[in-house]
């Protein structure tokens, strides 16, 4: 699954990035971060602050849409991107239309966004890819009204640190995939989710020797990875 877009090779969470991650073959899926703008407009953007990656500055949520569409996503990351706009859900959604499973990762923190779960499902309705994309997140309640709302699109419960309540939060939620850091990997854990018959996604390997400690766990996996280019050689040699 290509992180953020390809964003090993081109700027995150561009259509630029994606668009690269459509045309490899090897890629199988392409996740990316959503927020909302100041006017309520779902908007693809990891950072909570602009300054990283564009060269405006301050929290993204309080600009509207025309003030995000002014800024520089590319430069920073290449000057051949120079003028790159940040995306919104729905130019993202357009041109996927379907072609890879789309995980869309709601980066939304207690109240901040509110609206945002009920605005990304209209889109996705609006375009009929509920089968095409899981709603990802790492707030359960953001996923249980996710769940309220659209039961018919798939969630993925994306968890740091040990996760002790693991099976019953997938469970609770009737989560199809689990998004795992990798660091926190081990055998226990992934025979625990492959009895409980959970997807397994694992965040974020560019590493292939750290793509070939958990492979060696024996379980089928799906790597979000900024380089899904250095590991696909590995897994045709395995
Ligand atoms: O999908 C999981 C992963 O993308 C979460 O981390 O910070 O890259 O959005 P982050
Ligand atoms: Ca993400």
Not at 130 to 154: G, N, R, V, Y
Not at 156 to 184: D, F, K, R
Request: net charge negative; with cysteine; glycine share 6%.
């Amino acid at each position: 699954m290509a992180h953020r877009g390809w964003s090993g090779i081109a700027p995150e969470n561009t259509l630029s990035s994606i668009k690269l991650a459509l045309e490899e073959p090897k890629i199988h899926a392409i996740e990316i971060d959503i927020q909302l703008t100041k006017d309520g407009v779902p908007i693809v953007f990891h950072d909570k602050i602009l300054d990283r990656t564009t060269n405006g500055t301050g929290a993204l949520k309080n600009k509207t849409l025309a003030e995000l569409k002014a800024l520089d996503a590319g430069s920073w990351f290449d000057e051949q991107f120079a003028g790159e706009e940040i995306p919104t859900l729905e130019e993202v959604l357009q041109l996927v239309n379907g072609q890879k499973p789309l995980y869309i990762e709601l980066k939304q923190v207690g109240d901040l966004y509110l609206g945002l779960e009920l605005k990304t499902i209209e889109l996705i309705r609006r375009y009929g890819l509920e089968d095409q994309c899981s709603l990802i997140s790492f707030d359960h309640k953001s996923l249980q009204t996710c769940m309220k709302i659209a039961p018919e699109i798939s969630r993925t419960l994306v968890m740091m640190g040990s996760p002790l309540l693991l099976a019953e939060q997938v469970n609770e939620i009737q989560a199809t995939s689990v998004s795992m850091y990798a660091e926190y990997i081990d055998q226990l854990m992934i025979d625990s989710l492959v009895r409980n018959g959970t997807e397994i996604v694992i965040w974020t390997v560019d590493d292939p020797a750290e793509a070939d400690r958990i492979a060696s766990y024996g379980a089928d996996v799906l790597f979000t990875s900024n380089r899904p280019d250095q590991l696909w050689t590995r897994e045709a040699a395995m």
